[in-house]
Protein backbone atom coordinates (compact mmCIF):
# COMPACT_ATOMS: atom_id res chain seq x y z
CA UNK A 1 0.00 0.00 0.00
CA UNK A 2 3.06 2.04 0.81
CA UNK A 3 4.22 1.75 -2.92
CA UNK A 4 1.15 2.36 -4.39
CA UNK A 5 0.49 5.97 -2.50
CA UNK A 6 4.90 6.62 -3.36
CA UNK A 7 3.76 5.61 -6.68
CA UNK A 8 0.65 8.07 -7.55
CA UNK A 9 2.53 10.88 -5.44
CA UNK A 10 -0.47 11.84 -3.23
CA UNK A 11 0.64 14.80 -0.83
CA UNK A 12 -1.14 17.45 0.86
CA UNK A 13 0.47 20.61 2.00
CA UNK A 14 3.80 19.35 1.09
CA UNK A 15 3.16 15.67 2.92
CA UNK A 16 2.72 12.66 1.87
CA UNK A 17 -0.23 10.22 2.98
CA UNK A 18 2.51 7.87 4.72
CA UNK A 19 4.35 11.36 6.56
CA UNK A 20 0.64 12.24 8.01
CA UNK A 21 -0.01 8.48 9.48
CA UNK A 22 3.05 8.64 10.98
CA UNK A 23 2.78 12.27 12.91
CA UNK A 24 -1.05 10.80 12.99
CA UNK A 25 0.11 8.55 15.47
CA UNK A 26 3.13 10.51 16.84
CA UNK A 27 1.08 12.89 17.66
CA UNK A 28 -1.48 11.06 19.40
CA UNK A 29 1.35 9.35 21.30
CA UNK A 30 2.58 12.95 22.25
CA UNK A 31 -1.16 14.01 23.17
CA UNK A 32 -1.00 10.93 25.94
CA UNK A 33 2.32 11.78 27.11
CA UNK A 34 0.96 15.44 27.97
CA UNK A 35 -2.14 14.60 29.63
CA UNK A 36 -0.20 12.37 31.56
CA UNK A 37 2.14 15.38 32.43
CA UNK A 38 -1.24 17.44 32.95
CA UNK A 39 -2.68 15.03 35.25
CA UNK A 40 0.59 14.37 37.18
CA UNK A 41 1.24 18.44 37.20
CA UNK A 42 -2.03 19.41 38.89
CA UNK A 43 -1.77 16.56 41.40
CA UNK A 44 1.33 18.02 42.10
CA UNK A 45 -0.25 21.37 42.55
CA UNK A 46 -2.60 20.34 45.10
CA UNK A 47 -0.32 17.71 46.98
CA UNK A 48 2.11 20.07 47.89
CA UNK A 49 0.42 22.29 49.49
CA UNK A 50 -1.09 19.74 51.83
CA UNK A 51 2.51 19.80 53.64
CA UNK A 52 2.42 23.62 54.73
CA UNK A 53 -1.01 23.87 55.91
CA UNK A 54 -0.34 20.37 58.20
CA UNK A 55 2.84 21.81 59.55
CA UNK A 56 0.32 24.89 60.49
CA UNK A 57 -2.36 22.29 61.51
CA UNK A 58 0.31 20.66 63.69
CA UNK A 59 1.90 24.32 65.36
CA UNK A 60 -1.46 24.67 66.01
CA UNK A 61 -2.49 21.32 67.83
CA UNK A 62 0.65 21.74 70.38
CA UNK A 63 0.13 25.65 71.19
CA UNK A 64 -3.57 24.88 72.57
CA UNK A 65 -2.98 21.91 74.39
CA UNK A 66 -4.74 19.76 72.23
CA UNK A 67 -1.25 17.67 71.63
CA UNK A 68 -0.86 16.90 75.68
CA UNK A 69 -4.83 15.61 75.66
CA UNK A 70 -4.05 13.21 73.16
CA UNK A 71 -1.69 11.59 75.88
CA UNK A 72 -4.56 11.52 77.80
CA UNK A 73 -7.16 10.17 75.01
CA UNK A 74 -4.96 7.15 74.00
CA UNK A 75 -4.28 6.64 77.86
CA UNK A 76 -8.37 6.47 78.31
CA UNK A 77 -8.97 4.06 74.75
CA UNK A 78 -6.47 1.58 75.61
CA UNK A 79 -8.13 1.07 78.96
CA UNK A 80 -11.53 1.64 77.54
CA UNK A 81 -10.97 -1.67 75.77
CA UNK A 82 -9.86 -3.74 78.22
CA UNK A 83 -12.95 -2.47 80.54
CA UNK A 84 -15.18 -3.63 77.03
CA UNK A 85 -13.74 -6.89 76.97
CA UNK A 86 -14.42 -7.30 81.12
CA UNK A 87 -18.23 -6.52 80.65
CA UNK A 88 -18.10 -8.86 77.57
CA UNK A 89 -16.71 -11.93 79.41
CA UNK A 90 -18.90 -10.75 82.59
CA UNK A 91 -21.73 -11.59 80.12
CA UNK A 92 -20.76 -14.10 78.66
CA UNK A 93 -20.00 -16.29 81.61
CA UNK A 94 -23.73 -14.73 83.36
CA UNK A 95 -25.28 -16.36 80.24
CA UNK A 96 -23.65 -19.98 80.57
CA UNK A 97 -24.09 -20.16 84.25
CA UNK A 98 -27.18 -18.52 84.82
CA UNK A 99 -29.20 -18.23 81.39
CA UNK A 100 -32.47 -19.61 82.73
CA UNK A 101 -32.38 -17.22 85.65
CA UNK A 102 -30.81 -14.34 83.23
CA UNK A 103 -33.89 -15.06 81.17
CA UNK A 104 -36.96 -14.95 83.65
CA UNK A 105 -34.99 -11.79 84.95
CA UNK A 106 -35.19 -9.78 81.60
CA UNK A 107 -38.13 -11.41 80.35
CA UNK A 108 -40.37 -10.04 82.87
CA UNK A 109 -39.24 -6.61 82.83
CA UNK A 110 -40.19 -7.08 78.95
CA UNK A 111 -43.62 -8.24 79.94
CA UNK A 112 -43.75 -5.93 82.90
CA UNK A 113 -43.31 -2.99 80.53
CA UNK A 114 -45.99 -4.31 78.11
CA UNK A 115 -48.44 -4.72 81.20
CA UNK A 116 -47.76 -1.33 82.40
CA UNK A 117 -47.80 0.56 78.67
CA UNK A 118 -50.79 -1.54 77.67
CA UNK A 119 -52.72 -1.65 80.99
CA UNK A 120 -52.16 2.27 81.73
CA UNK A 121 -55.71 2.99 82.23
CA UNK A 122 -56.98 0.04 84.24
CA UNK A 123 -54.26 0.75 86.78
CA UNK A 124 -54.56 4.54 87.43
CA UNK A 125 -58.50 3.25 87.66
CA UNK A 126 -57.26 0.17 90.14
CA UNK A 127 -55.19 2.47 92.06
CA UNK A 128 -58.12 5.19 92.94
CA UNK A 129 -60.55 2.52 93.66
CA UNK A 130 -57.80 1.53 96.73
CA UNK A 131 -57.84 5.09 97.51
CA UNK A 132 -61.39 5.32 98.26
CA UNK A 133 -62.00 2.36 100.28
CA UNK A 134 -65.33 1.38 98.16
CA UNK A 135 -65.32 -2.23 97.87
CA UNK A 136 -67.60 -2.42 94.80
CA UNK A 137 -65.54 0.01 92.70
CA UNK A 138 -62.63 -2.17 93.69
CA UNK A 139 -63.81 -5.56 92.73
CA UNK A 140 -64.73 -3.98 89.24
CA UNK A 141 -61.20 -2.50 89.19
CA UNK A 142 -59.29 -5.13 89.99
CA UNK A 143 -61.49 -7.42 87.74
CA UNK A 144 -60.38 -4.75 84.80
CA UNK A 145 -56.92 -5.12 85.71
CA UNK A 146 -56.48 -8.80 85.89
CA UNK A 147 -58.54 -9.23 82.97
CA UNK A 148 -56.53 -7.36 80.97
CA UNK A 149 -52.99 -8.79 82.60
CA UNK A 150 -54.16 -11.90 81.46
CA UNK A 151 -55.07 -10.61 77.78
CA UNK A 152 -51.33 -9.12 77.54
CA UNK A 153 -49.52 -11.76 78.76
CA UNK A 154 -51.79 -14.23 76.32
CA UNK A 155 -50.93 -12.50 73.39
CA UNK A 156 -47.14 -11.63 73.79
CA UNK A 157 -44.76 -13.84 71.65
CA UNK A 158 -42.36 -15.65 73.14
CA UNK A 159 -39.80 -14.23 70.49
CA UNK A 160 -39.81 -10.77 71.76
CA UNK A 161 -40.01 -11.97 75.32
CA UNK A 162 -37.12 -13.91 75.34
CA UNK A 163 -35.67 -12.69 72.51
CA UNK A 164 -32.20 -14.39 72.91
CA UNK A 165 -33.70 -17.78 73.49
CA UNK A 166 -32.54 -17.95 77.26
CA UNK A 167 -36.12 -20.07 78.00
CA UNK A 168 -36.69 -22.05 74.61
CA UNK A 169 -35.30 -25.26 76.33
CA UNK A 170 -37.00 -24.64 79.54
CA UNK A 171 -40.89 -24.76 78.89
CA UNK A 172 -41.21 -25.25 83.10
CA UNK A 173 -39.24 -21.90 83.48
CA UNK A 174 -41.05 -20.24 80.69
CA UNK A 175 -44.86 -21.13 82.23
CA UNK A 176 -43.70 -19.77 85.66
CA UNK A 177 -42.61 -16.65 83.65
CA UNK A 178 -45.93 -16.48 82.12
CA UNK A 179 -47.97 -16.82 85.58
CA UNK A 180 -45.71 -14.82 87.72
CA UNK A 181 -46.49 -11.99 85.04
CA UNK A 182 -50.59 -13.22 85.61
CA UNK A 183 -49.95 -12.13 89.07
CA UNK A 184 -48.12 -9.29 88.70
CA UNK A 185 -49.86 -5.89 90.89
CA UNK A 186 -48.74 -2.85 88.63
CA UNK A 187 -50.02 -1.02 91.71
CA UNK A 188 -47.69 -2.43 94.26
CA UNK A 189 -44.93 -3.03 91.93
CA UNK A 190 -43.96 -6.16 93.84
CA UNK A 191 -41.34 -8.28 91.96
CA UNK A 192 -42.55 -12.06 92.30
CA UNK A 193 -40.40 -14.61 94.17
CA UNK A 194 -39.11 -16.47 91.75
CA UNK A 195 -37.95 -13.81 89.78
CA UNK A 196 -36.35 -12.29 93.37
CA UNK A 197 -34.75 -15.95 93.68
CA UNK A 198 -33.40 -15.64 89.97
CA UNK A 199 -32.01 -12.39 90.75
CA UNK A 200 -30.52 -13.56 94.28
CA UNK A 201 -28.53 -16.45 92.79
CA UNK A 202 -26.89 -14.46 89.78
CA UNK A 203 -26.19 -12.22 92.63
CA UNK A 204 -24.53 -14.45 94.75
CA UNK A 205 -23.08 -16.90 91.75
CA UNK A 206 -21.24 -14.19 89.81
CA UNK A 207 -19.94 -12.11 93.34
CA UNK A 208 -16.43 -12.46 92.61
CA UNK A 209 -16.76 -11.67 88.90
CA UNK A 210 -18.51 -8.91 89.65
CA UNK A 211 -16.20 -7.78 92.23
CA UNK A 212 -13.28 -8.04 90.10
CA UNK A 213 -15.70 -6.09 87.12
CA UNK A 214 -16.24 -3.24 89.17
CA UNK A 215 -12.59 -2.59 90.39
CA UNK A 216 -11.86 -2.44 86.74
CA UNK A 217 -14.58 -0.23 85.58
CA UNK A 218 -13.83 2.33 88.11
CA UNK A 219 -9.77 2.28 87.72
CA UNK A 220 -10.16 5.13 85.25
CA UNK A 221 -13.32 6.96 86.29
CA UNK A 222 -10.27 9.64 87.46
CA UNK A 223 -8.21 10.07 83.96
CA UNK A 224 -11.22 10.06 81.87
CA UNK A 225 -12.46 13.40 84.36
CA UNK A 226 -9.57 14.67 83.80
CA UNK A 227 -9.21 14.16 80.18
CA UNK A 228 -12.82 15.45 79.72
CA UNK A 229 -11.78 18.56 81.70
CA UNK A 230 -8.61 19.06 79.28
CA UNK A 231 -10.81 18.48 76.35
CA UNK A 232 -13.18 21.07 76.63
CA UNK A 233 -10.11 23.64 77.62
CA UNK A 234 -8.28 22.65 74.71
CA UNK A 235 -10.93 22.88 72.56
CA UNK A 236 -12.26 26.26 73.89
CA UNK A 237 -8.15 27.74 73.35
CA UNK A 238 -8.28 26.24 69.60
CA UNK A 239 -11.38 27.68 68.51
CA UNK A 240 -10.57 31.14 69.84
CA UNK A 241 -7.07 30.59 67.81
CA UNK A 242 -9.04 29.95 64.78
CA UNK A 243 -11.11 32.79 65.22
CA UNK A 244 -8.00 35.22 65.62
CA UNK A 245 -6.69 34.32 63.27
CA UNK A 246 -9.46 34.46 60.63
CA UNK A 247 -10.08 37.92 62.03
CA UNK A 248 -6.58 39.13 61.28
CA UNK A 249 -6.67 37.26 57.66
CA UNK A 250 -9.90 39.39 57.30
CA UNK A 251 -8.78 42.41 58.08
CA UNK A 252 -5.46 42.00 56.10
CA UNK A 253 -7.52 41.21 52.72
CA UNK A 254 -9.43 44.10 53.52
CA UNK A 255 -7.05 46.71 54.36
CA UNK A 256 -5.46 45.12 50.92
CA UNK A 257 -8.68 45.91 48.77
CA UNK A 258 -9.23 49.66 50.63
CA UNK A 259 -5.91 50.58 48.56
CA UNK A 260 -7.98 50.05 45.11
CA UNK A 261 -10.72 52.00 46.30
CA UNK A 262 -11.50 56.03 46.93
CA UNK A 263 -13.15 58.57 48.53
CA UNK A 264 -15.96 57.39 51.17
CA UNK A 265 -16.09 53.47 49.98
CA UNK A 266 -12.20 53.53 51.13
CA UNK A 267 -12.78 55.15 54.72
CA UNK A 268 -15.94 52.79 55.33
CA UNK A 269 -14.01 49.95 54.24
CA UNK A 270 -10.96 50.73 56.40
CA UNK A 271 -13.51 51.72 59.30
CA UNK A 272 -14.83 48.35 59.03
CA UNK A 273 -11.31 46.98 58.89
CA UNK A 274 -10.22 48.67 62.35
CA UNK A 275 -13.55 47.25 63.97
CA UNK A 276 -11.98 44.01 63.67
CA UNK A 277 -10.95 43.17 67.52
CA UNK A 278 -7.99 41.46 66.84
CA UNK A 279 -4.83 39.93 68.76
CA UNK A 280 -1.29 40.83 67.66
CA UNK A 281 -0.04 37.82 69.70
CA UNK A 282 -2.28 35.06 71.36
CA UNK A 283 -1.86 34.39 74.33
CA UNK A 284 -1.29 30.79 74.43
CA UNK A 285 0.96 30.50 77.53
CA UNK A 286 -2.28 31.65 79.77
CA UNK A 287 -4.76 29.57 78.02
CA UNK A 288 -2.60 26.32 77.81
CA UNK A 289 -1.54 26.82 81.76
CA UNK A 290 -4.38 24.90 83.89
CA UNK A 291 -3.08 22.10 80.90
CA UNK A 292 0.43 22.68 81.89
CA UNK A 293 -1.04 22.96 85.71
CA UNK A 294 -2.91 19.04 85.23
CA UNK A 295 0.19 17.22 84.71
CA UNK A 296 0.44 16.09 89.02
CA UNK A 297 -3.21 15.01 88.34
CA UNK A 298 -2.37 13.69 85.62
CA UNK A 299 0.46 11.38 87.09
CA UNK A 300 -1.74 10.18 90.77
CA UNK A 301 -4.94 9.42 88.03
CA UNK A 302 -2.72 7.29 86.08
CA UNK A 303 -0.81 5.27 89.05
CA UNK A 304 -4.65 5.23 90.52
CA UNK A 305 -5.44 3.23 87.24
CA UNK A 306 -2.56 0.98 87.35
CA UNK A 307 -3.07 0.20 90.96
CA UNK A 308 -6.94 -0.75 90.21
CA UNK A 309 -6.60 -2.19 87.22
CA UNK A 310 -4.08 -4.35 88.59
CA UNK A 311 -6.15 -5.94 91.09
CA UNK A 312 -9.29 -5.77 89.43
CA UNK A 313 -7.38 -8.25 86.35
CA UNK A 314 -5.75 -10.57 89.23
CA UNK A 315 -9.31 -10.86 91.10
CA UNK A 316 -10.69 -12.12 87.55
CA UNK A 317 -11.78 -15.68 87.56
CA UNK A 318 -9.50 -18.65 86.55
CA UNK A 319 -12.15 -21.00 86.13
CA UNK A 320 -15.45 -21.00 83.44
CA UNK A 321 -18.56 -22.22 82.14
CA UNK A 322 -18.02 -19.94 78.95
CA UNK A 323 -15.13 -20.56 76.39
CA UNK A 324 -15.60 -17.04 75.25
CA UNK A 325 -15.58 -15.77 78.61
CA UNK A 326 -12.22 -17.75 79.12
CA UNK A 327 -10.78 -16.43 75.86
CA UNK A 328 -11.88 -12.60 76.65
CA UNK A 329 -9.90 -13.19 79.92
CA UNK A 330 -7.15 -14.30 78.80
CA UNK A 331 -7.16 -11.49 75.92
CA UNK A 332 -7.26 -9.07 78.92
CA UNK A 333 -4.55 -10.75 81.00
CA UNK A 334 -2.15 -11.03 77.80
CA UNK A 335 -3.34 -7.22 76.82
CA UNK A 336 -2.33 -5.79 80.29
CA UNK A 337 1.17 -5.52 80.33
CA UNK A 338 1.42 -4.28 76.87
CA UNK A 339 -1.14 -1.63 78.08
CA UNK A 340 0.73 -0.91 81.39
CA UNK A 341 4.01 -0.13 79.08
CA UNK A 342 2.24 2.14 76.81
CA UNK A 343 0.98 3.89 79.96
CA UNK A 344 4.20 4.33 81.28
CA UNK A 345 5.64 5.84 78.15
CA UNK A 346 2.59 7.99 77.46
CA UNK A 347 3.46 9.40 80.85
CA UNK A 348 7.06 10.25 80.09
CA UNK A 349 6.47 11.40 76.71
CA UNK A 350 4.29 14.05 78.35
CA UNK A 351 6.48 14.95 81.37
CA UNK A 352 8.62 15.94 78.25
CA UNK A 353 5.37 17.72 76.44
CA UNK A 354 5.88 21.91 76.16
CA UNK A 355 3.53 24.00 74.31
CA UNK A 356 6.06 26.32 72.78
CA UNK A 357 8.44 23.50 71.68
CA UNK A 358 9.12 24.30 67.44
CA UNK A 359 7.56 21.77 65.43
CA UNK A 360 9.73 20.87 62.39
CA UNK A 361 9.10 20.72 58.79
CA UNK A 362 9.88 16.81 58.76
CA UNK A 363 7.02 16.42 61.37
CA UNK A 364 4.59 17.28 58.79
CA UNK A 365 6.39 14.42 56.29
CA UNK A 366 6.62 12.03 59.01
CA UNK A 367 3.37 12.06 60.60
CA UNK A 368 1.21 11.73 56.95
CA UNK A 369 3.66 9.05 55.84
CA UNK A 370 3.83 7.12 58.95
CA UNK A 371 0.40 8.06 60.94
CA UNK A 372 -1.64 5.44 61.93
CA UNK A 373 -4.55 7.38 62.53
CA UNK A 374 -7.03 9.06 60.06
CA UNK A 375 -9.92 11.09 61.46
CA UNK A 376 -10.99 14.21 59.48
CA UNK A 377 -12.20 17.57 60.93
CA UNK A 378 -15.40 16.06 60.86
CA UNK A 379 -14.68 13.88 64.28
CA UNK A 380 -14.86 17.29 66.65
CA UNK A 381 -11.32 16.69 67.93
CA UNK A 382 -8.35 17.10 65.52
CA UNK A 383 -7.36 15.96 62.00
CA UNK A 384 -5.42 13.54 61.66
CA UNK A 385 -4.00 12.44 58.47
CA UNK A 386 -2.16 9.12 59.04
CA UNK A 387 -1.26 7.32 55.34
CA UNK A 388 0.14 4.41 56.82
CA UNK A 389 -3.57 2.22 57.18
CA UNK A 390 -4.67 3.03 53.82
CA UNK A 391 -1.14 1.95 51.94
CA UNK A 392 -1.41 -0.99 54.32
CA UNK A 393 -4.54 -1.95 53.09
CA UNK A 394 -4.04 -1.65 49.65
CA UNK A 395 -0.49 -3.62 49.95
CA UNK A 396 -2.20 -6.37 51.80
CA UNK A 397 -5.63 -6.94 49.38
CA UNK A 398 -3.14 -6.38 46.51
CA UNK A 399 -1.15 -9.41 47.63
CA UNK A 400 -4.18 -11.44 48.78
CA UNK A 401 -5.41 -10.95 45.17
CA UNK A 402 -1.57 -11.85 43.58
CA UNK A 403 -1.83 -15.03 45.59
CA UNK A 404 -4.96 -16.38 44.59
CA UNK A 405 -4.56 -14.63 40.85
CA UNK A 406 -1.34 -15.99 39.90
CA UNK A 407 -1.56 -19.85 39.70
CA UNK A 408 -5.12 -19.32 37.70
CA UNK A 409 -4.17 -17.23 35.31
CA UNK A 410 -0.32 -18.38 34.17
CA UNK A 411 -1.83 -21.83 34.52
CA UNK A 412 -4.44 -21.05 32.34
CA UNK A 413 -2.08 -19.30 30.20
CA UNK A 414 0.48 -22.22 29.99
CA UNK A 415 -2.47 -24.55 29.48
CA UNK A 416 -4.24 -23.09 26.78
CA UNK A 417 -1.18 -21.75 24.67
CA UNK A 418 0.96 -24.98 25.25
CA UNK A 419 -1.31 -27.82 26.12
CA UNK A 420 -4.44 -28.13 25.22
CA UNK A 421 -6.77 -28.83 22.05
CA UNK A 422 -8.08 -26.38 19.48
CA UNK A 423 -11.65 -26.48 21.04
CA UNK A 424 -10.65 -26.29 24.15
CA UNK A 425 -8.50 -22.78 23.51
CA UNK A 426 -11.38 -21.74 21.29
CA UNK A 427 -13.84 -21.90 24.06
CA UNK A 428 -11.02 -21.40 27.63
CA UNK A 429 -9.68 -17.94 26.14
CA UNK A 430 -12.88 -16.33 25.24
CA UNK A 431 -14.04 -17.14 28.66
CA UNK A 432 -11.37 -16.00 30.41
CA UNK A 433 -11.25 -13.00 28.59
CA UNK A 434 -14.86 -12.21 29.12
CA UNK A 435 -14.43 -11.72 32.55
CA UNK A 436 -13.36 -8.77 31.92
CA UNK A 437 -16.44 -7.67 30.72
CA UNK A 438 -18.15 -7.91 34.15
CA UNK A 439 -18.35 -4.24 35.66
CA UNK A 440 -16.85 -3.28 39.06
CA UNK A 441 -19.73 -2.26 41.24
CA UNK A 442 -21.45 -5.98 40.14
CA UNK A 443 -18.27 -7.26 41.18
CA UNK A 444 -18.99 -5.49 44.57
CA UNK A 445 -22.60 -6.56 45.20
CA UNK A 446 -21.59 -10.01 44.75
CA UNK A 447 -19.10 -9.56 47.07
CA UNK A 448 -21.47 -8.18 49.47
CA UNK A 449 -24.80 -10.38 49.06
CA UNK A 450 -22.74 -13.81 48.05
CA UNK A 451 -18.63 -14.36 48.68
CA UNK A 452 -19.05 -12.12 51.92
CA UNK A 453 -22.05 -14.60 53.54
CA UNK A 454 -20.41 -17.82 52.04
CA UNK A 455 -16.95 -17.12 53.81
CA UNK A 456 -18.65 -16.54 57.33
CA UNK A 457 -20.89 -19.44 56.69
CA UNK A 458 -18.69 -21.86 56.14
CA UNK A 459 -15.33 -20.60 57.59
CA UNK A 460 -16.68 -22.79 60.81
CA UNK A 461 -16.76 -25.69 58.85
CA UNK A 462 -13.72 -28.61 60.47
CA UNK A 463 -11.87 -28.89 57.06
CA UNK A 464 -10.98 -24.73 57.07
CA UNK A 465 -11.22 -23.91 60.60
CA UNK A 466 -7.95 -24.37 61.47
CA UNK A 467 -6.83 -21.73 58.93
CA UNK A 468 -5.55 -18.65 60.81
CA UNK A 469 -8.24 -15.91 60.96
CA UNK A 470 -11.01 -18.64 60.78
CA UNK A 471 -13.54 -18.28 61.41
CA UNK A 472 -14.63 -15.47 60.17
CA UNK A 473 -16.84 -12.89 61.77
CA UNK A 474 -17.46 -10.30 59.41
CA UNK A 475 -18.41 -10.58 55.83
CA UNK A 476 -16.65 -7.20 54.47
CA UNK A 477 -12.96 -7.89 55.36
CA UNK A 478 -9.76 -7.76 53.05
CA UNK A 479 -9.82 -11.59 52.39
CA UNK A 480 -12.91 -10.94 50.51
CA UNK A 481 -11.83 -7.82 48.62
CA UNK A 482 -8.66 -9.63 47.77
CA UNK A 483 -10.47 -12.95 45.54
CA UNK A 484 -12.73 -10.64 43.72
CA UNK A 485 -9.61 -8.29 42.90
CA UNK A 486 -8.05 -11.78 41.96
CA UNK A 487 -10.81 -12.44 39.47
CA UNK A 488 -10.24 -9.20 37.92
CA UNK A 489 -6.53 -9.38 37.68
CA UNK A 490 -6.98 -12.68 35.97
CA UNK A 491 -7.94 -12.02 32.23
CA UNK A 492 -5.14 -9.19 32.17
CA UNK A 493 -2.52 -11.23 33.62
CA UNK A 494 -4.03 -14.40 31.67
CA UNK A 495 -3.62 -12.56 28.03
CA UNK A 496 -0.41 -11.19 28.48
CA UNK A 497 1.30 -14.49 29.54
CA UNK A 498 -0.01 -16.01 26.62
CA UNK A 499 1.35 -12.86 24.21
CA UNK A 500 5.03 -14.07 26.39
CA UNK A 501 4.36 -17.59 25.52
CA UNK A 502 4.04 -16.85 21.28
CA UNK A 503 6.60 -14.70 21.69
CA UNK A 504 8.96 -17.76 22.37
CA UNK A 505 10.67 -18.91 19.18
CA UNK A 506 8.90 -22.30 17.74
CA UNK A 507 12.21 -23.57 16.94
CA UNK A 508 12.84 -23.67 21.05
CA UNK A 509 9.98 -26.41 21.73
CA UNK A 510 10.71 -28.00 18.02
CA UNK A 511 14.29 -28.49 18.99
CA UNK A 512 13.12 -29.71 22.50
CA UNK A 513 10.71 -32.24 21.33
CA UNK A 514 13.56 -33.89 18.63
CA UNK A 515 15.59 -34.66 21.68
CA UNK A 516 12.98 -36.51 23.22
CA UNK A 517 11.77 -34.15 25.82
CA UNK A 518 8.14 -34.41 26.42
CA UNK A 519 5.61 -31.77 25.90
CA UNK A 520 5.73 -31.36 29.59
CA UNK A 521 9.33 -31.34 29.93
CA UNK A 522 9.73 -28.71 26.83
CA UNK A 523 7.00 -26.31 28.21
CA UNK A 524 8.66 -26.58 31.83
CA UNK A 525 12.39 -26.46 30.82
CA UNK A 526 12.54 -24.83 27.38
CA UNK A 527 9.40 -22.48 27.03
CA UNK A 528 8.30 -21.33 30.51
CA UNK A 529 12.06 -20.51 30.88
CA UNK A 530 12.24 -17.97 27.70
CA UNK A 531 9.51 -16.42 28.28
CA UNK A 532 9.50 -15.66 31.97
CA UNK A 533 10.82 -11.87 31.15
CA UNK A 534 6.80 -11.40 29.33
CA UNK A 535 5.44 -13.20 32.65
CA UNK A 536 6.85 -11.01 35.65
CA UNK A 537 6.04 -8.21 33.45
CA UNK A 538 2.33 -9.18 33.47
CA UNK A 539 2.30 -9.95 37.08
CA UNK A 540 3.66 -6.29 37.25
CA UNK A 541 0.77 -4.86 35.11
CA UNK A 542 -1.54 -6.96 36.76
CA UNK A 543 -0.54 -5.93 40.46
CA UNK A 544 -1.35 -2.26 38.49
CA UNK A 545 -4.12 -3.58 37.59
CA UNK A 546 -5.27 -4.46 41.10
CA UNK A 547 -3.95 -1.79 43.63
CA UNK A 548 -5.55 0.84 41.33
CA UNK A 549 -8.93 -0.38 42.18
CA UNK A 550 -11.63 1.76 43.10
CA UNK A 551 -14.95 0.66 43.54
CA UNK A 552 -14.41 -3.32 45.02
CA UNK A 553 -12.60 -2.27 47.45
CA UNK A 554 -14.73 0.17 48.60
CA UNK A 555 -17.45 -1.96 48.82
CA UNK A 556 -16.08 -5.03 50.32
CA UNK A 557 -12.92 -4.34 52.47
CA UNK A 558 -14.97 -2.87 55.15
CA UNK A 559 -13.95 0.54 55.18
CA UNK A 560 -12.29 0.52 58.68
CA UNK A 561 -9.30 3.07 58.99
CA UNK A 562 -7.09 0.85 61.28
CA UNK A 563 -3.71 -0.83 61.36
CA UNK A 564 -4.15 -4.80 61.53
CA UNK A 565 -4.06 -6.61 64.51
CA UNK A 566 -0.28 -8.43 63.81
CA UNK A 567 -1.05 -10.11 66.53
CA UNK A 568 -3.25 -12.11 64.37
CA UNK A 569 -0.74 -13.55 62.05
CA UNK A 570 -1.77 -14.22 58.63
CA UNK A 571 -4.96 -14.31 60.68
CA UNK A 572 -5.36 -10.22 59.62
CA UNK A 573 -6.45 -10.89 56.00
CA UNK A 574 -9.89 -11.65 57.65
CA UNK A 575 -9.64 -8.16 59.30
CA UNK A 576 -12.28 -5.00 57.58
CA UNK A 577 -9.45 -2.35 55.92
CA UNK A 578 -10.04 0.49 53.96
CA UNK A 579 -7.38 1.44 50.90
CA UNK A 580 -5.68 4.77 49.29
CA UNK A 581 -8.20 4.65 46.35
CA UNK A 582 -10.81 4.05 48.60
CA UNK A 583 -11.08 6.80 50.78
CA UNK A 584 -10.61 9.35 48.22
CA UNK A 585 -13.51 7.75 46.18
CA UNK A 586 -15.47 8.06 49.72
CA UNK A 587 -14.44 11.27 50.51
CA UNK A 588 -13.39 13.41 48.03
CA UNK A 589 -17.67 14.27 47.71
CA UNK A 590 -17.69 15.93 51.11
CA UNK A 591 -14.93 17.53 51.53
CA UNK A 592 -14.43 21.69 50.68
CA UNK A 593 -11.97 22.84 48.02
CA UNK A 594 -8.81 24.00 49.21
CA UNK A 595 -9.13 22.72 52.56
CA UNK A 596 -6.34 20.52 54.28
CA UNK A 597 -8.37 17.67 54.02
CA UNK A 598 -9.40 18.46 50.47
CA UNK A 599 -5.39 18.53 49.78
CA UNK A 600 -4.59 15.16 52.31
CA UNK A 601 -6.66 13.25 49.37
CA UNK A 602 -4.56 14.62 46.65
CA UNK A 603 -1.51 13.67 47.70
CA UNK A 604 -2.59 10.00 48.20
CA UNK A 605 -3.59 10.36 44.64
CA UNK A 606 0.06 11.58 44.20
CA UNK A 607 1.66 8.48 46.06
CA UNK A 608 -1.21 6.43 44.14
CA UNK A 609 -0.06 7.74 40.77
CA UNK A 610 3.52 7.47 41.31
CA UNK A 611 2.80 3.88 42.36
CA UNK A 612 1.29 3.09 39.62
CA UNK A 613 4.03 4.74 36.80
CA UNK A 614 6.44 2.56 39.02
CA UNK A 615 4.99 -0.23 38.56
CA UNK A 616 4.61 -0.13 34.71
CA UNK A 617 8.26 1.21 34.42
CA UNK A 618 9.40 -1.66 36.49
CA UNK A 619 7.22 -3.78 34.25
CA UNK A 620 8.89 -2.41 30.94
CA UNK A 621 12.67 -2.22 32.11
CA UNK A 622 12.29 -5.95 33.39
CA UNK A 623 11.03 -6.45 29.43
CA UNK A 624 14.06 -4.99 28.34
CA UNK A 625 16.36 -6.51 30.40
CA UNK A 626 15.85 -9.63 29.84
CA UNK A 627 15.37 -9.44 25.95
CA UNK A 628 11.84 -10.26 25.63
CA UNK A 629 9.06 -8.32 23.75
CA UNK A 630 5.64 -8.73 25.12
Not at 93 to 109: I, K, T, Y
Not at 161 to 188: H, I, K
Not at 492 to 502: S, V
Amino acid sequence: MANKFQSKGRRLFGVGIQGWIKGFFRGNAGVSMGVIFLIFLFLVFEAVRFFPDHHRELKLVRRTGQEYVDFLRREARGYQEISSYTNQAYFQELDARFGVQRGLVDGFEVLQGMIEDGAEPDIEALAEARDVSDPVALRAAEKRYWGRVGEIVDSAERSSVDSFGRLSTEESAWQSLLQAARRYDAVEEETPDIILAAEAGMESGMAEFRKAKAMISSAGSDLKNLRDRLVRIASATRKDAETNYSLGMRKKALLEGSGKLDGKAREEQVAEAEALKVLDQFPFEVRVQPIIDSHDEHQKAAEHLKEQLKKGIAALPTEFSSEASKRLVMKIREAEPAYLEALDQSLEEASEWTWNEEVNWSSSVSRFFLGKEWKTASGGWRQLYGFLPLFTGSVTISMIALCFALPFSIGAAIYVNQLSSRWERSFMKPAIEMIQAIPSIVLGFFGIMVLGNMLVEYSDSPWVSWLPGFPITERLNMLNAGMLLALMAIPTIFTLCEDALNNVPRSFSEASLALGASRFQTVQRVVVPAAISGILAAVLLGLGRIIGETMVVLLVAGNRIAMPDWGDGLGIITQPSHTMTGIIAQEMGEVSEGTLHYRALFLIGLVLFVISLLINLSAQKLTKRLGAHV
